[in-house]
Protein backbone atom coordinates (compact mmCIF):
# COMPACT_ATOMS: atom_id res chain seq x y z
CA UNK A 1 0.00 0.00 0.00
CA UNK A 2 1.78 3.41 -1.15
CA UNK A 3 2.01 6.20 1.37
CA UNK A 4 -0.04 9.26 0.35
CA UNK A 5 1.73 12.70 1.50
CA UNK A 6 -1.37 14.20 3.14
CA UNK A 7 0.78 16.55 4.58
CA UNK A 8 0.88 18.06 1.04
CA UNK A 9 -2.61 17.40 -0.25
CA UNK A 10 -5.42 20.08 0.55
CA UNK A 11 -7.80 18.90 3.15
CA UNK A 12 -11.14 18.65 1.58
CA UNK A 13 -10.18 16.14 -0.57
CA UNK A 14 -9.71 14.04 2.59
CA UNK A 15 -12.68 15.50 4.42
CA UNK A 16 -16.38 17.46 3.61
CA UNK A 17 -15.60 19.58 6.80
CA UNK A 18 -18.65 18.23 7.96
CA UNK A 19 -17.83 20.16 11.56
CA UNK A 20 -17.54 23.67 9.56
CA UNK A 21 -21.39 23.41 7.67
CA UNK A 22 -21.13 26.80 6.44
CA UNK A 23 -19.38 27.71 3.18
CA UNK A 24 -19.01 29.77 0.44
CA UNK A 25 -16.74 29.36 -3.11
CA UNK A 26 -15.76 32.56 -5.04
CA UNK A 27 -15.08 32.02 -8.35
CA UNK A 28 -12.40 35.03 -9.26
CA UNK A 29 -10.25 36.03 -12.28
CA UNK A 30 -6.92 37.83 -12.49
CA UNK A 31 -6.67 41.16 -12.84
CA UNK A 32 -4.40 42.56 -15.49
CA UNK A 33 -1.12 43.57 -15.31
CA UNK A 34 -0.92 42.36 -11.54
CA UNK A 35 1.65 39.12 -11.86
CA UNK A 36 3.78 40.10 -9.12
CA UNK A 37 1.25 41.00 -6.59
CA UNK A 38 -0.48 38.09 -7.70
CA UNK A 39 2.26 35.76 -6.72
CA UNK A 40 2.56 37.22 -3.62
CA UNK A 41 -0.95 37.57 -2.46
CA UNK A 42 -0.80 33.26 -3.61
CA UNK A 43 1.97 32.42 -1.72
CA UNK A 44 0.49 34.20 1.33
CA UNK A 45 -2.81 32.15 0.78
CA UNK A 46 -0.58 28.71 0.50
CA UNK A 47 0.41 29.32 4.50
CA UNK A 48 -3.40 29.47 5.21
CA UNK A 49 -4.48 26.07 3.09
CA UNK A 50 -6.27 23.05 5.36
CA UNK A 51 -4.21 20.03 5.14
CA UNK A 52 -5.57 16.83 4.95
CA UNK A 53 -2.40 15.66 7.61
CA UNK A 54 -0.10 16.99 9.96
CA UNK A 55 3.02 18.55 8.42
CA UNK A 56 5.49 16.07 9.68
CA UNK A 57 6.49 13.34 6.67
CA UNK A 58 8.22 11.05 9.20
CA UNK A 59 5.10 10.32 11.35
CA UNK A 60 3.54 6.77 10.08
CA UNK A 61 0.23 7.00 12.58
CA UNK A 62 -2.61 7.67 10.96
CA UNK A 63 -4.68 10.07 12.69
CA UNK A 64 -8.75 10.12 12.69
CA UNK A 65 -9.54 12.46 9.85
CA UNK A 66 -12.90 14.30 8.73
CA UNK A 67 -13.85 11.99 6.42
CA UNK A 68 -16.23 10.09 8.37
CA UNK A 69 -17.84 12.85 9.93
CA UNK A 70 -15.59 13.36 12.70
CA UNK A 71 -12.87 16.38 13.96
CA UNK A 72 -9.83 15.80 13.06
CA UNK A 73 -6.86 16.82 14.79
CA UNK A 74 -5.54 18.88 11.20
CA UNK A 75 -8.46 21.05 11.41
CA UNK A 76 -6.90 24.38 12.10
CA UNK A 77 -7.99 26.05 14.85
CA UNK A 78 -7.23 30.20 15.15
CA UNK A 79 -7.68 32.44 18.72
CA UNK A 80 -10.58 34.78 17.96
CA UNK A 81 -10.65 38.44 19.31
CA UNK A 82 -12.37 37.20 22.56
CA UNK A 83 -10.26 34.43 23.54
CA UNK A 84 -12.71 31.69 21.88
CA UNK A 85 -11.36 28.93 19.74
CA UNK A 86 -12.86 29.71 16.12
CA UNK A 87 -12.44 26.78 13.30
CA UNK A 88 -11.91 27.35 9.95
CA UNK A 89 -10.60 25.93 6.33
CA UNK A 90 -9.47 27.24 3.23
CA UNK A 91 -8.70 25.75 -0.28
CA UNK A 92 -8.11 26.90 -3.49
CA UNK A 93 -8.64 25.35 -7.02
CA UNK A 94 -7.10 26.90 -10.40
CA UNK A 95 -8.95 26.50 -14.09
CA UNK A 96 -6.98 26.10 -17.04
CA UNK A 97 -6.86 29.80 -17.49
CA UNK A 98 -5.46 30.67 -13.74
CA UNK A 99 -2.29 27.78 -14.09
CA UNK A 100 -1.19 29.08 -17.53
CA UNK A 101 -1.32 32.97 -15.66
CA UNK A 102 0.90 31.70 -13.25
CA UNK A 103 2.97 28.70 -14.93
CA UNK A 104 2.90 29.62 -18.61
CA UNK A 105 1.55 27.34 -21.41
CA UNK A 106 4.32 24.99 -21.10
CA UNK A 107 3.49 24.24 -17.30
CA UNK A 108 -0.21 23.28 -18.15
CA UNK A 109 0.57 20.70 -21.05
CA UNK A 110 0.60 17.12 -18.44
CA UNK A 111 -3.06 18.36 -17.68
CA UNK A 112 -5.63 16.88 -19.55
CA UNK A 113 -7.60 17.82 -22.58
CA UNK A 114 -11.08 17.63 -20.76
CA UNK A 115 -10.02 20.29 -18.22
CA UNK A 116 -7.97 22.68 -20.51
CA UNK A 117 -11.22 23.13 -22.90
CA UNK A 118 -13.56 23.30 -19.57
CA UNK A 119 -16.65 22.21 -18.75
CA UNK A 120 -18.71 24.38 -21.10
CA UNK A 121 -16.71 24.56 -24.98
CA UNK A 122 -17.77 27.42 -27.37
CA UNK A 123 -20.15 26.55 -30.09
CA UNK A 124 -19.01 26.09 -33.22
CA UNK A 125 -19.24 28.92 -36.18
CA UNK A 126 -22.84 26.81 -36.94
CA UNK A 127 -24.06 28.18 -33.26
CA UNK A 128 -23.72 24.15 -32.38
CA UNK A 129 -22.91 23.34 -28.89
CA UNK A 130 -19.72 20.98 -28.74
CA UNK A 131 -19.01 17.18 -28.31
CA UNK A 132 -18.79 17.64 -24.06
CA UNK A 133 -21.82 19.58 -23.75
CA UNK A 134 -23.79 17.09 -25.52
CA UNK A 135 -21.80 13.84 -23.50
CA UNK A 136 -23.08 15.83 -20.41
CA UNK A 137 -26.54 16.27 -21.71
CA UNK A 138 -25.99 20.05 -20.74
CA UNK A 139 -29.24 20.50 -23.27
CA UNK A 140 -32.27 22.52 -22.93
CA UNK A 141 -33.06 24.62 -19.72
CA UNK A 142 -29.68 23.10 -18.63
CA UNK A 143 -27.52 24.35 -21.88
CA UNK A 144 -24.54 26.50 -21.11
CA UNK A 145 -26.57 29.30 -22.84
CA UNK A 146 -28.65 29.49 -19.56
CA UNK A 147 -25.79 29.31 -17.00
CA UNK A 148 -25.50 32.09 -14.81
CA UNK A 149 -21.81 31.65 -14.66
CA UNK A 150 -19.67 29.44 -15.99
CA UNK A 151 -21.42 29.21 -19.44
CA UNK A 152 -21.50 31.28 -22.64
CA UNK A 153 -23.44 33.94 -21.10
CA UNK A 154 -20.00 35.77 -20.30
CA UNK A 155 -19.73 35.02 -16.95
CA UNK A 156 -17.22 32.51 -17.97
CA UNK A 157 -13.86 34.01 -17.33
CA UNK A 158 -12.93 32.25 -14.41
CA UNK A 159 -9.22 31.44 -12.88
CA UNK A 160 -9.66 30.09 -9.80
CA UNK A 161 -12.33 29.18 -7.38
CA UNK A 162 -11.94 29.94 -3.55
CA UNK A 163 -13.43 27.71 -1.04
CA UNK A 164 -14.24 29.05 2.99
CA UNK A 165 -15.67 26.81 5.75
CA UNK A 166 -16.63 27.92 8.81
CA UNK A 167 -18.75 26.55 12.15
CA UNK A 168 -21.13 29.30 11.63
CA UNK A 169 -22.66 32.26 9.58
CA UNK A 170 -20.72 34.45 11.61
CA UNK A 171 -17.31 33.08 11.69
CA UNK A 172 -18.35 32.63 7.41
CA UNK A 173 -19.38 36.61 7.26
CA UNK A 174 -15.70 37.52 8.83
CA UNK A 175 -13.85 35.13 6.70
CA UNK A 176 -14.66 35.67 3.64
CA UNK A 177 -14.83 39.38 4.49
CA UNK A 178 -10.91 38.87 5.12
CA UNK A 179 -10.18 36.45 1.78
CA UNK A 180 -12.11 38.93 -0.06
CA UNK A 181 -9.88 42.06 1.08
CA UNK A 182 -6.43 40.01 0.55
CA UNK A 183 -7.71 39.40 -2.86
CA UNK A 184 -9.22 42.44 -4.45
CA UNK A 185 -5.74 44.22 -5.55
CA UNK A 186 -5.06 40.89 -7.84
CA UNK A 187 -8.25 39.44 -8.41
CA UNK A 188 -12.41 39.75 -8.46
CA UNK A 189 -15.34 37.72 -7.86
CA UNK A 190 -17.60 37.17 -11.09
CA UNK A 191 -20.48 39.30 -11.12
CA UNK A 192 -23.73 37.97 -9.32
CA UNK A 193 -26.33 38.18 -12.25
CA UNK A 194 -29.38 38.75 -9.76
CA UNK A 195 -27.67 41.82 -8.04
CA UNK A 196 -24.49 43.61 -9.83
CA UNK A 197 -22.16 42.43 -6.89
CA UNK A 198 -19.68 39.87 -6.38
CA UNK A 199 -20.59 36.09 -6.65
CA UNK A 200 -20.32 33.96 -4.31
CA UNK A 201 -21.78 30.83 -3.65
CA UNK A 202 -23.21 29.90 -0.40
CA UNK A 203 -22.82 25.80 0.43
CA UNK A 204 -24.23 24.48 3.82
CA UNK A 205 -24.31 20.85 5.81
CA UNK A 206 -28.24 20.90 7.03
CA UNK A 207 -28.27 19.38 10.70
CA UNK A 208 -29.97 16.58 9.63
CA UNK A 209 -27.28 16.02 6.13
CA UNK A 210 -30.40 15.31 4.19
CA UNK A 211 -30.15 17.57 0.56
CA UNK A 212 -33.50 18.89 -1.01
CA UNK A 213 -35.54 16.55 -2.01
CA UNK A 214 -35.70 15.05 1.84
CA UNK A 215 -32.52 12.32 1.17
CA UNK A 216 -29.23 11.55 3.43
CA UNK A 217 -26.43 12.87 0.98
CA UNK A 218 -23.11 11.74 1.14
CA UNK A 219 -23.27 8.55 2.14
CA UNK A 220 -21.37 6.33 -0.31
CA UNK A 221 -18.15 7.65 -0.40
CA UNK A 222 -14.72 5.65 -1.67
CA UNK A 223 -12.52 5.05 0.98
CA UNK A 224 -8.79 5.75 -0.03
CA UNK A 225 -6.34 3.00 0.57
CA UNK A 226 -3.53 4.69 2.97
CA UNK A 227 -6.12 7.16 4.41
CA UNK A 228 -6.67 7.23 8.36
CA UNK A 229 -10.35 5.74 7.52
CA UNK A 230 -8.72 3.05 5.69
CA UNK A 231 -6.56 2.57 8.76
CA UNK A 232 -9.89 2.35 10.87
CA UNK A 233 -10.95 -0.18 8.62
CA UNK A 234 -7.99 -2.64 7.62
CA UNK A 235 -9.70 -5.77 9.23
CA UNK A 236 -13.00 -5.57 7.63
CA UNK A 237 -13.15 -7.55 5.19
CA UNK A 238 -16.08 -6.62 2.95
CA UNK A 239 -15.55 -2.86 3.21
CA UNK A 240 -11.84 -3.53 2.22
CA UNK A 241 -13.38 -5.74 -1.15
CA UNK A 242 -16.40 -3.07 -1.59
CA UNK A 243 -15.04 0.53 -0.79
CA UNK A 244 -11.25 0.54 -1.04
CA UNK A 245 -10.26 2.72 -3.85
CA UNK A 246 -6.33 3.11 -4.75
CA UNK A 247 -4.89 6.83 -4.13
CA UNK A 248 -4.18 7.26 -7.98
CA UNK A 249 -7.99 7.42 -8.56
CA UNK A 250 -8.29 10.67 -7.47
CA UNK A 251 -4.62 12.10 -6.48
CA UNK A 252 -2.04 12.37 -9.05
CA UNK A 253 1.92 10.83 -8.33
CA UNK A 254 -0.10 7.64 -7.00
CA UNK A 255 -0.85 4.40 -8.49
CA UNK A 256 -4.45 3.98 -9.97
CA UNK A 257 -6.75 0.59 -10.39
CA UNK A 258 -5.44 0.19 -13.42
CA UNK A 259 -1.78 0.15 -11.43
CA UNK A 260 -0.43 3.07 -13.30
CA UNK A 261 1.12 5.86 -11.90
CA UNK A 262 0.72 9.85 -13.29
CA UNK A 263 1.92 12.95 -12.49
CA UNK A 264 5.12 12.02 -10.14
CA UNK A 265 7.28 15.04 -10.97
CA UNK A 266 5.27 18.09 -12.13
CA UNK A 267 2.78 20.76 -10.83
CA UNK A 268 0.12 17.60 -10.77
CA UNK A 269 1.41 15.64 -7.92
CA UNK A 270 -0.85 15.20 -4.64
CA UNK A 271 -3.29 17.30 -6.67
CA UNK A 272 -6.96 16.76 -8.26
CA UNK A 273 -9.63 17.70 -10.42
CA UNK A 274 -12.31 19.29 -9.03
CA UNK A 275 -15.77 18.97 -10.95
CA UNK A 276 -18.22 21.76 -9.91
CA UNK A 277 -21.79 22.20 -11.16
CA UNK A 278 -24.52 24.14 -9.60
CA UNK A 279 -27.89 21.96 -9.63
CA UNK A 280 -30.94 24.08 -8.82
CA UNK A 281 -33.68 21.26 -7.37
CA UNK A 282 -37.42 21.97 -7.97
CA UNK A 283 -38.66 20.13 -4.94
CA UNK A 284 -42.32 21.53 -5.75
CA UNK A 285 -42.23 19.19 -9.28
CA UNK A 286 -40.53 16.12 -7.75
CA UNK A 287 -42.79 16.13 -5.05
CA UNK A 288 -45.59 16.39 -7.62
CA UNK A 289 -44.22 14.04 -9.83
CA UNK A 290 -44.01 11.55 -6.45
CA UNK A 291 -47.80 12.09 -5.74
CA UNK A 292 -49.06 11.11 -9.48
CA UNK A 293 -47.05 8.18 -9.22
CA UNK A 294 -48.07 7.06 -5.94
CA UNK A 295 -51.80 7.66 -6.41
CA UNK A 296 -51.57 5.36 -9.34
CA UNK A 297 -50.29 2.25 -7.32
CA UNK A 298 -53.21 -0.06 -5.81
CA UNK A 299 -55.44 1.19 -3.26
CA UNK A 300 -54.00 -1.21 -0.47
CA UNK A 301 -51.60 1.27 1.25
CA UNK A 302 -51.70 4.99 2.69
CA UNK A 303 -50.90 7.89 0.24
CA UNK A 304 -48.31 8.63 2.57
CA UNK A 305 -46.46 5.08 2.12
CA UNK A 306 -47.06 4.90 -1.19
CA UNK A 307 -45.29 8.49 -1.98
CA UNK A 308 -42.60 7.50 0.28
CA UNK A 309 -42.31 3.90 -1.41
CA UNK A 310 -42.05 5.83 -4.82
CA UNK A 311 -39.67 8.16 -3.91
CA UNK A 312 -37.48 5.93 -2.45
CA UNK A 313 -37.60 3.54 -5.91
CA UNK A 314 -36.24 7.03 -7.45
CA UNK A 315 -33.25 7.46 -5.72
CA UNK A 316 -32.49 3.75 -5.01
CA UNK A 317 -32.57 4.20 -0.64
CA UNK A 318 -34.92 5.26 2.26
CA UNK A 319 -34.98 9.38 2.76
CA UNK A 320 -32.90 8.49 6.23
CA UNK A 321 -30.47 6.83 3.93
CA UNK A 322 -30.41 3.14 4.52
CA UNK A 323 -30.25 1.28 1.07
CA UNK A 324 -33.49 -1.18 -0.55
CA UNK A 325 -30.89 -3.15 -1.60
CA UNK A 326 -29.90 -5.93 0.56
CA UNK A 327 -26.78 -5.44 2.34
CA UNK A 328 -24.02 -7.57 2.18
CA UNK A 329 -25.03 -10.07 5.04
CA UNK A 330 -27.93 -10.74 3.68
CA UNK A 331 -30.74 -9.42 5.64
CA UNK A 332 -33.11 -7.92 4.22
CA UNK A 333 -32.88 -3.87 3.55
CA UNK A 334 -34.36 -1.85 5.81
CA UNK A 335 -34.58 -4.50 8.37
CA UNK A 336 -30.84 -3.84 9.75
CA UNK A 337 -30.33 -1.50 12.41
CA UNK A 338 -27.24 -0.44 11.40
CA UNK A 339 -26.46 3.11 10.75
CA UNK A 340 -27.03 4.30 7.21
CA UNK A 341 -22.97 4.55 6.86
CA UNK A 342 -22.38 1.30 8.06
CA UNK A 343 -24.79 -0.26 5.67
CA UNK A 344 -23.26 0.33 3.03
CA UNK A 345 -21.70 -2.75 1.62
CA UNK A 346 -24.47 -4.31 -0.28
CA UNK A 347 -23.83 -5.49 -3.72
CA UNK A 348 -26.27 -6.17 -6.18
CA UNK A 349 -25.09 -9.03 -8.40
CA UNK A 350 -26.37 -11.50 -6.50
CA UNK A 351 -28.34 -9.86 -3.66
CA UNK A 352 -30.98 -8.01 -6.40
CA UNK A 353 -29.77 -8.85 -9.72
CA UNK A 354 -33.11 -7.91 -11.07
CA UNK A 355 -33.89 -5.04 -9.30
CA UNK A 356 -36.74 -5.68 -7.65
CA UNK A 357 -35.74 -4.13 -4.36
CA UNK A 358 -33.44 -1.30 -5.50
CA UNK A 359 -34.94 -0.22 -9.60
CA UNK A 360 -32.15 -0.88 -11.64
CA UNK A 361 -32.17 2.18 -13.34
CA UNK A 362 -32.70 3.85 -9.20
CA UNK A 363 -30.35 7.42 -8.94
CA UNK A 364 -27.67 5.62 -6.64
CA UNK A 365 -27.29 2.32 -9.01
CA UNK A 366 -26.66 4.57 -11.75
CA UNK A 367 -23.93 6.17 -9.66
CA UNK A 368 -21.93 3.48 -8.92
CA UNK A 369 -23.36 -0.06 -9.78
CA UNK A 370 -20.87 -1.66 -7.46
CA UNK A 371 -20.90 -4.95 -9.07
CA UNK A 372 -22.85 -5.27 -12.21
CA UNK A 373 -21.61 -3.80 -14.83
CA UNK A 374 -19.03 -6.90 -16.14
CA UNK A 375 -18.65 -9.83 -17.74
CA UNK A 376 -18.91 -11.40 -14.38
CA UNK A 377 -19.67 -9.95 -10.58
CA UNK A 378 -15.76 -9.52 -9.54
CA UNK A 379 -14.22 -7.91 -12.37
CA UNK A 380 -17.15 -5.65 -12.54
CA UNK A 381 -16.57 -4.69 -8.72
CA UNK A 382 -12.96 -3.96 -10.08
CA UNK A 383 -14.07 -1.94 -12.73
CA UNK A 384 -16.36 0.06 -11.03
CA UNK A 385 -13.66 1.25 -9.02
CA UNK A 386 -11.70 2.80 -11.95
CA UNK A 387 -15.46 5.22 -12.40
CA UNK A 388 -15.66 6.33 -7.87
CA UNK A 389 -16.18 9.86 -7.19
CA UNK A 390 -15.02 11.30 -3.93
CA UNK A 391 -18.12 14.25 -3.73
CA UNK A 392 -18.15 16.99 -1.31
CA UNK A 393 -21.13 18.60 -2.34
CA UNK A 394 -23.14 20.96 -0.07
CA UNK A 395 -26.58 22.95 -0.16
CA UNK A 396 -27.65 25.97 -1.02
CA UNK A 397 -31.14 27.86 0.00
CA UNK A 398 -33.49 27.81 2.48
CA UNK A 399 -35.43 24.48 2.92
CA UNK A 400 -38.79 23.90 1.09
CA UNK A 401 -41.63 24.80 2.32
CA UNK A 402 -45.10 22.21 1.04
CA UNK A 403 -47.29 24.77 2.85
CA UNK A 404 -46.17 27.84 0.16
CA UNK A 405 -45.57 25.82 -2.98
CA UNK A 406 -44.93 29.06 -5.32
CA UNK A 407 -42.59 30.29 -2.54
CA UNK A 408 -39.88 31.59 -5.71
CA UNK A 409 -37.32 30.44 -3.82
CA UNK A 410 -34.00 29.38 -5.33
CA UNK A 411 -32.42 26.29 -4.01
CA UNK A 412 -30.46 23.06 -4.88
CA UNK A 413 -26.96 21.27 -4.62
CA UNK A 414 -23.24 22.67 -4.72
CA UNK A 415 -21.98 19.69 -6.66
CA UNK A 416 -18.34 18.84 -6.29
CA UNK A 417 -16.32 15.98 -7.20
CA UNK A 418 -12.60 14.65 -6.99
CA UNK A 419 -11.35 12.62 -9.47
CA UNK A 420 -7.87 12.64 -11.73
CA UNK A 421 -9.51 11.56 -14.74
CA UNK A 422 -12.75 13.74 -15.73
CA UNK A 423 -13.18 11.90 -19.13
CA UNK A 424 -12.85 8.42 -17.09
CA UNK A 425 -15.02 9.16 -14.01
CA UNK A 426 -17.32 12.11 -13.78
CA UNK A 427 -17.57 12.38 -17.59
CA UNK A 428 -18.37 8.84 -18.24
CA UNK A 429 -20.63 8.08 -14.80
CA UNK A 430 -22.96 11.14 -16.28
CA UNK A 431 -22.61 10.02 -19.99
CA UNK A 432 -22.88 6.65 -19.79
CA UNK A 433 -24.69 5.45 -17.20
CA UNK A 434 -26.88 8.79 -15.64
CA UNK A 435 -27.90 10.07 -18.69
CA UNK A 436 -28.17 6.94 -20.71
CA UNK A 437 -31.95 5.26 -21.59
CA UNK A 438 -29.54 1.54 -22.10
CA UNK A 439 -28.88 1.50 -18.80
CA UNK A 440 -28.44 -2.13 -17.78
CA UNK A 441 -30.52 -3.38 -20.31
CA UNK A 442 -33.17 -0.85 -20.12
CA UNK A 443 -34.98 0.87 -23.26
CA UNK A 444 -36.25 3.92 -21.63
CA UNK A 445 -35.48 6.21 -18.89
CA UNK A 446 -32.94 8.06 -17.85
CA UNK A 447 -31.33 9.22 -13.86
CA UNK A 448 -34.53 10.03 -12.31
CA UNK A 449 -33.25 12.67 -10.36
CA UNK A 450 -30.97 14.15 -12.58
CA UNK A 451 -30.93 17.20 -14.88
CA UNK A 452 -31.30 15.18 -18.68
CA UNK A 453 -34.29 13.63 -20.05
CA UNK A 454 -35.93 12.42 -23.20
CA UNK A 455 -38.65 13.64 -24.57
CA UNK A 456 -40.18 10.27 -24.03
CA UNK A 457 -38.58 9.31 -20.88
CA UNK A 458 -40.26 7.41 -17.98
CA UNK A 459 -39.44 6.03 -14.74
CA UNK A 460 -39.06 2.08 -14.74
CA UNK A 461 -39.75 0.43 -11.49
CA UNK A 462 -38.65 -3.60 -11.63
CA UNK A 463 -42.02 -5.04 -10.04
CA UNK A 464 -44.43 -8.43 -9.94
CA UNK A 465 -46.49 -9.71 -12.02
CA UNK A 466 -45.24 -6.54 -14.41
CA UNK A 467 -42.82 -3.30 -14.17
CA UNK A 468 -44.10 0.00 -12.83
CA UNK A 469 -43.73 2.45 -15.72
CA UNK A 470 -44.39 6.24 -14.97
CA UNK A 471 -43.84 9.10 -17.97
CA UNK A 472 -41.11 11.66 -16.07
CA UNK A 473 -42.43 15.17 -18.07
CA UNK A 474 -39.39 16.89 -17.07
CA UNK A 475 -36.27 17.50 -15.20
CA UNK A 476 -36.41 18.00 -11.62
CA UNK A 477 -32.87 19.69 -11.56
CA UNK A 478 -31.00 21.96 -13.70
CA UNK A 479 -27.89 22.75 -14.21
CA UNK A 480 -27.52 26.59 -13.41
CA UNK A 481 -23.67 26.96 -13.56
CA UNK A 482 -20.48 24.86 -13.82
CA UNK A 483 -16.45 24.69 -14.45
CA UNK A 484 -13.55 22.26 -13.85
CA UNK A 485 -10.70 22.84 -11.85
CA UNK A 486 -7.33 21.80 -10.41
CA UNK A 487 -7.04 21.75 -6.89
CA UNK A 488 -3.04 21.58 -6.45
CA UNK A 489 -1.02 20.07 -3.55
CA UNK A 490 0.36 22.77 -1.11
CA UNK A 491 3.62 22.67 -2.37
CA UNK A 492 2.34 22.80 -6.29
CA UNK A 493 0.51 26.14 -4.81
CA UNK A 494 3.79 27.80 -3.38
CA UNK A 495 5.75 26.93 -6.94
CA UNK A 496 3.02 28.92 -8.73
CA UNK A 497 3.40 31.86 -6.53
CA UNK A 498 7.37 31.38 -7.21
Known sequence: ??????HDVQGLVLSGYPQLPFSAYVPWRLREGEGAAARTWLRSLAGQLMRAGPNDTDDDTPTDGAEDGRAGPHIRRLKGGGGEVVREAVNIAFTASGLRAFCGTGGIAPFSLEFVEGMAPARDGAGRPSRRTNVLGDLGQSSPANWEWGGWGGNDAIDGLLMLFAPDATGLEALLARQLAAMAPVAVPLVAPDSGGPLVLPGRVFDDRTEHFGYRDGISQPIIEGSPKAHRHRDDAEARRVHFVKPGEFLFGYRNERRVRSGTDDLRRNGSYLVLRQLEQDVAAFSDFVARAAAALPDDEPDASKREWIAARLVGRCPDGRPLAAPADGTTAGDSEAAPEQDNDFLYYYNDRFGLRCPIGAHIRRANPRDTKGPD??????????????????????????????????????????????????????????????????????????????????????????????????????????????????????????
Open 1 to 6: MEKVEW
Open 377 to 498: PDTALQLSKMHRLIRRGRMYGERFDPARPEDGGRRGILFMAFNADIAGQFEMIQHSWLNSRHFGDLHVGTDPIGHFADDDDAVVIQNRPVNIVVPRPKPFVRVRGGAYFFLPGIDAVRRLAG
